[in-house]
T-cell receptor
Framework: DQQVKQNSPSLSVQEGRISILNCDYT??????FLWYKKYPAEGPTFLIS?????DKNEDGRFTVFLNKSAKHLSLHIVPSQPGDSAVYFC????????????FGKGTLLTVNP | GAVVSQHPSRVICKSGTSVKIECRSL??????MFWYRQFPKKSLMLMAT?????????EQGVEKDKFLINHASLTLSTLTVTSAHPEDSSFYIC?????????????FGPGTRLTVL
């Protein structure tokens, strides 16, 4: 029973364009959402997060949008750069916690020069 | 940023043997460490949470007698897969946090690929 779903296993975009990575969740008790980025042979690194009291959080080129009614969040990267090519994991938790994260399967983003 | 290492990166063992995986925080003291498992085409699943000097808390469905976790120091946690079987073949990844407060960021290791023949 997948509580956090990333339905696109891969995404390919051109350098300079926008990358949109999507994530859906089923558990309405989740109130904190995170995105992690993972390069090959490295562990996931924290990218950006959002609390359920917000609908948008921005950090430089990265913006996360949360639509609670649709149980959907998305990560926008603009402009996309070749160095952004990695696997992106969506994760969710309860109580604003960074612990007990429930992860999606990840989406492989490839940014072509 | 905070660096977490894991050793070994890959291990192949025979069925019935035990395998130990080490997780080290290299440049910070980790009060809390986590162990995850990822099966092929599945997501990362939390196995257990451990605080330095105390027993690990295991997630539902994870056998504590099979997956022994030791967090003896603030920079080292070990996961021992006892009497490994082919179904234990998986990607094991650890993470570490500075404090035991749940708002702390987790820093992940690169993972260990375990193959049990």
């Amino acid at each position: 029973d997948q509580q956090v779903k990333q339905n696109s296993p891969s995404l390919s975009v051109q350098e300079g364009r926008i990358s949109i990575l999507n994530c859906d969740y089923t558990n309405s008790m989740f109130d904190y959402f995170l995105w992690y980025k993972k390069y090959p042979a490295e562990g996931p690194t924290f990218l950006i997060s959002i609390s359920s009291i917000k609908d948008k959080n921005e950090d430089g080129r990265f913006t996360v949008f949360l639509n609670k009614s649709a149980k959907h969040l998305s990560l926008h990267i603009v402009p996309s750069q070749p160095g952004d090519s990695a696997v992106y994991f969506c994760a969710a938790s309860f109580g604003g916690s960074n612990y007990k994260l429930t992860f999606g399967k990840g989406t492989l983003l490839t940014v072509n020069p | 940023g905070a660096v977490v290492s894991q050793h070994p990166s890959r291990v192949i063992c025979k069925s019935g043997t035990s395998v130990k995986i080490e997780c080290r925080s290299l440049d910070f003291q980790a009060t809390t460490m986590f162990w995850y498992r990822q099966f092929p085409k599945k997501s990362l699943m939390l196995m257990a949470t451990s605080n330095e000097g105390s027993k690990a808390t295991y997630e539902q469905g994870v056998e504590k007698d099979k997956f022994l976790i030791n967090h003896a120091s603030l920079t080292l946690s070990t996961l021992t897969v006892t009497s490994a079987h082919p179904e234990d073949s998986s990607f094991y990844i650890c993470s570490a946090s500075l404090t035991k407060y749940s708002t702390d960021t987790q820093y992940f290791g690169p993972g260990t690929r375990l193959t049990v023949l």
